[in-house]
């Protein structure tokens, strides 16, 4: 198809729901321009971050480029196409580019108007060494926060970007725009996390739900659901009735959304039916974030369509890539995230029934407070009965097409222990973990146990997300081995992240990073996936401030409580 400077032929993708909408769809999601810019490795930087035209005209000029001809009929065009069009030269690619795109920040740096120099919780940290860590981490925050330009505002349809009129945090590294699930462990400055859960709610009532980020490349997929639990934790710390009140729509919203599109009905073996809830993107293409990689691997699979949407649902549920969603541990060709039903999204489901039944109670209004206790209760049901082995002592995610759950190993096994109602099962939780040897690793809880696999959320690769909901989750219990186990998992991350900081390993480079490696004692980086690993890192930060937050309450009071999901800081 092509070589580094020219491409002969078309690249055309047999699919039919491209990964995002509108008229920028096909400049920037799907299309010629952007196979074109793969095929000569100018993704970088063509199509640009800003249009110098409307979308309409873009392709009008892309048409004028690839078809130069003019006053052809249309059998005299259709008979001519391939000639007109190709070769293409890089040189004259880079010209179209060139002429119809700028490559122009759209996002400033700005400071956080809440920003303390000495939070509460410095006064009482006593283990020096995580003091430093704490400080050293809460200085970022204001190196991470940014907002639109108003130019993005005054000239929306110029941007492939969803603004925002708030102040948020970027994850860091590549990730420089706002991303869903990452916020929930960056909001802690009550003013900022206003903010912005503010932006999620206004974009919950334009869009119907929040996108995976704020780029258009990612808006037909959105992530964990966890906007609800953002506004649990504001005003758990606030008692903000007020803002509860005018959020209480967005959420409800966000939750129709996940009941209309991502919710199943399965019958179980004793023939009654559960409700359950799966990730699955409605888009069957390749991600344009990732191209041509997306392509190959659909085209050397048994079913391209099911890969590319397998790939997108993986992004859509935050473990983009795990052999948790492949049928063969070694292929990521047989990827089909869409067809597995995981713990963890429906532990996230029933929480957020939980607290908007609780809300809609405190709000006055009883009938809706009711039918979320209904869909909390029936979700328990589900979760005690489609995942739950008796056996292993803990709970699996199911397969549809094999109608078993599957064996593996990984955090989310123990998430529904968050629940209330788990309690019962916490000394079978125990056994459980004690038996598969996840606390036998320096670094932390790794999200898969030893697979033939590289892939980012694999082994050994420990992420703060899932490393602070898997210690969340058994301390949330009363049974002492699980908080003893939950107290030492805290401070082994809290050490990685330091020393990962300011003692890594010979030949490492310093940093706080958005994963690590299990085997290192020394807070190494973590590897594998689509691009090197990253520094900065917002959900790293949030969750090693939360975890020192939670040693230091733990030696102070003598207690190894955690208040609601997530510690406060």
């Given amino acids: 198809l092509q070589d580094s400077t020219t491409v002969y032929s078309p690249l055309r993708v047999n699919c039919s729901e491209p990964t995002c909408k509108g008229e920028l769809s096909p400049i920037y999601c799907f299309g010629d321009i952007v196979t074109t810019s793969y095929l000569l490795g100018l993704e970088d930087s063509c199509p640009g971050s800003k249009m110098r035209y409307s979308a309409r005209e873009v392709i009008e000029n892309f048409n004028k480029f690839v078809f130069p001809l003019i ?62 860590l704490a400080k050293s981490v809460h200085l970022l925050w204001s190196k991470l926060a940014r907002q639109f330009l108003e130019d993005v505002h005054r000239n929306t349809s110029y941007y492939p970007v969803v603004p925002v009129q708030n102040t948020f945090i970027v994850p860091g590294g590549r990730f420089q725009i706002f991303f869903y699930w990452d916020s929930y462990w960056i909001l802690k400055m009550f003013n900022t996390a206003r903010g912005m859960i503010q932006n999620f709610a206004d974009v919950i009532n334009l869009h119907g739900f929040i996108p995976n980020s704020g780029s258009i490349q990612l808006s037909r997929r959105t992530q964990p659901p966890l906007f609800v639990q953002m506004v649990k934790d504001y005003f758990d710390t606030t008692d903000d009735v007020d803002s509860l009140r005018s959020w209480i729509p967005a959420m409800d919203k966000e939750m129709q959304f996940w009941i209309s599109k991502r919710r199943i009905v399965i019958r179980l073996p004793n023939q009654r039916t559960a409700a359950a809830y799966i990730y699955r993107t409605e888009t069957n293409c390749p991600r344009p974030e990732n191209f041509l990689s997306d392509y190959y691997l659909g085209m050397n699979s048994t079913d391209p369509l099911r890969t590319w949407q397998g790939l997108a649902t993986a992004c859509e549920s935050g473990w983009d890539f795990s052999t948790r969603w492949f049928d063969h541990e070694d292929s990521k060709t047989t990827i089909r995230t869409q067809t597995i039903v995981p713990v963890d999204l429906n532990v996230y489901m029933a929480l957020n029934f939980r607290f908007l039944a609780d809300s809609h109670s405190l709000l006055g209004n009883k009938t809706l407070s009711a039918l979320y206790h209904e869909m909390y209760d029936d979700l328990i049901y589900t979760i005690n009965t489609l995942f739950w082995n008796r056996q292993r002592g803990a709970w699996f995610d199911f397969d549809l097409l094999t109608k078993k759950r599957r064996a593996d190993f990984y955090p989310s096994n123990v998430f529904p222990l968050l629940l209330n109602e788990m309690e019962r099962f916490a000394d079978d939780v125990y056994s459980y973990l004690e038996e598969e040897g996840v606390y036998d690793y ?81 807070g190494k980086p973590g590897g594998g996936g689509e691009y090197v690993v990253q520094e900065g890192f917002g959900w790293t930060n949030g969750v090693v401030m939360a975890l020192i937050n939670k040693v230091s309450r733990a030696a102070t009071m003598d207690s190894i409580g955690e208040k609601g999901f997530r510690a406060q800081t």
């Fill in 71 to 132: 006053g052809l009929d249309i059998i005299s065009l259709f008979i001519f196409t391939f000639r007109l069009k190709y070769p293409i030269s890089k040189a004259d690619f880079l010209k179209f580019c060139q002429s119809n795109f700028d490559n122009v920040p759209y996002l400033r740096n700005v400071s956080l108007p809440d920003f303390k120099d000495e939070p509460r919780i410095f006064a009482i940290i006593r283990n020096k060494e995580h003091l430093h």
């Fill in 442 to 522: 320096p670094g932390g809880i790794p999200s898969t146990l030893p697979v033939k696999s590289f892939e980012q959320w694999d082994f050994p690769n420990v992420w703060a997300p899932t490393q602070h909901l898997f210690i969340a989750s058994l301390s949330k219990t009363q049974h002492a081995g699980l908080q003893k186990r939950a107290l030492e998992e805290s401070y082994k991350f809290i050490k990685t992240v330091h020393d990962g900081l300011f003692n890594p390993e010979q030949g490492t480079p310093s940093g706080i990073w958005e994963k690590y490696d299990a085997r290192s004692s020394r």
